[in-house]
Structure formats: C-alpha cells, structure tokens
T-cell receptor
Framework: QKEVEQDPGPLSVPEGAIVSLNCTYSNSAFQYFMWYRQYSRKGPELLMYTYSSGNKEDGRFTAQVDKSSKYISLFIRDSQPSDSATYLCAMSVVGGSEKLVFGKGTKLTVNP | NAGVTQTPKFRILKIGQSMTLQCTQDMNHNYMYWYRQDPGMGLKLIYYSVGAGITDKGEVPNGYNVSRSTTEDFPLRLELAAPSQTSVYFC????????????????FGNGTRLTVT
C-alpha cells in the first residue's frame, strides 16, 4: 500500500461548481497535511495546511482532516476557471527534516 | 527576492552524457530538496539537505548525486544519463519555524524539463 493515495482524475467541472478533492494515507505518524496547487509548467505553491485533525477555511477553500479514517479533503466552492490546475496533497511527520510525501496530484479543469 | 531559481529550464541529453542541474535560493533557507515529477506520478524525493555540508538520500536517489557547499546552492548531478531519467526536476527550499509556530511552506522553483534520448 502506497503511503499517500490520490485519484489523479482528470476532473472537469462547470464554473460555479463545488469541487471535492481527496487523499488517503497509511502512515499514522503524519501530523501535517497540506494542499499544493500547481499551474501548468510551474512549480507547486502551498494552498493550505492543517496540523492534525480538523477543518480549516480560507475564502472559497476548505481543508478537512480525519485522522481516524486517514482521509483528507479539499473543497473548492464557487469554482472559477482560474482554479484550473493540478492539486497535490502532501503530508509529513513532526520533524523528519521537513520532508513531504506527495500524492500523485489531481488535474482539475473548471469550464466557463 | 527571486526565491528558488533553477537552470536550465529545458535540456535534451543523449544516453550516457552527464549534466548538472543548478538550484539557488536567496531566502537563507537551511532545508533544500530535489524532487522529480513524472506524468501522473506526483513528486518523488531524490535527495535533500538540512544545511551546508549535509546531504541525504530520498526515495529515488539512484543515478544522481548532490552537494551542498553553501546555504544558497544545491546542484543535482546526473553522471550517466538514462531514458528513465526523463522527467521534470524541481528544487525546493524551506526553513524550520520555532516550536508552536506551525510549518513553513516549501518554496519551489519552476523546474527543469529533461529529456534523455
């Protein structure tokens, strides 16, 4: 079983839709959970991060972590064409040289 | 600030050739990383460094070497290029925050696209 599993999609939605992106993981030592956004031919950029379990909201984006199920989600409300990108989940343990383990990424297209 | 700068942006190598991918950051970050990204495969860690003079292997180090003589620079060396090394290579850096202040983000460069034929 891979440490981090993420459905690579692709996912295509109309503008204004609610988007749900998900990852599962197997390492119970993970404490930091992140979502990176990667535009075409660019490096990934941090979108949101959560420590341990719970929800975090930032504008149209909500990140959820359920450690009991080893499952994390990113919700995008009122999706916009500018949200079209690849979204990568990433996780790390506390310490550990700040190394991240990434999911495969989900490619999202929001159609106007 | 330029952030993380990678050169070259593109390169085509013949099998068996060697090259160095350059990475430099101007944020005084201690931690630096090299990842490779293959289509649909996410980012895999090749090598990382927690400070000048200290390097360690990641998940996929075979066929690569690194050095870290300064805080700013973290070059990645391919000695005998193979088609399996065709990929997009990303360099990233970060720093360790004070305890209780959360996790600093990884700052990525825009990648080097390498083709080995």
């Amino acid at each position: 079983q891979k440490e981090v599993e993420q459905d690579p999609g692709p996912l295509s939605v109309p503008e204004g839709a609610i988007v749900s992106l998900n990852c599962t993981y197997s390492n119970s030592a993970f404490q930091y959970f992140m979502w990176y956004r990667q535009y075409s031919r660019k490096g990934p950029e941090l979108l949101m991060y959560t420590y341990s379990s719970g929800n975090k909201e930032d504008g149209r984006f909500t990140a959820q972590v359920d450690k009991s199920s080893k499952y994390i989600s990113l919700f995008i409300r009122d999706s916009q064409p500018s949200d079209s990108a690849t979204y990568l989940c990433a996780m790390s343990v506390v310490g550990g040289s700040e190394k991240l383990v990434f999911g495969k990424g989900t490619k999202l297209t929001v159609n106007p | 600030n330029a952030g993380v700068t990678q050169t070259p942006k593109f390169r085509i190598l013949k099998i068996g050739q060697s090259m160095t991918l350059q990475c430099t950051q101007d944020m005084n970050h201690n931690y630096m990383y090299w990842y490779r990204q293959d289509p649909g495969m996410g980012l895999k860690l090749i090598y990382y460094s927690v400070g000048a003079g200290i390097t360690d292997k990641g998940e996929v180090p075979n066929g690569y070497n690194v050095s870290r003589s300064t805080t700013e620079d973290f070059p990645l060396r391919l000695e005998l290029a193979a088609p399996s090394q065709t990929s997009v290579y990303f360099c990233a850096s970060t720093y360790l925050r004070e305890l209780g202040q959360g996790k600093a983000p990884l700052h990525f460069g825009n990648g080097t696209r390498l083709t080995v034929t």
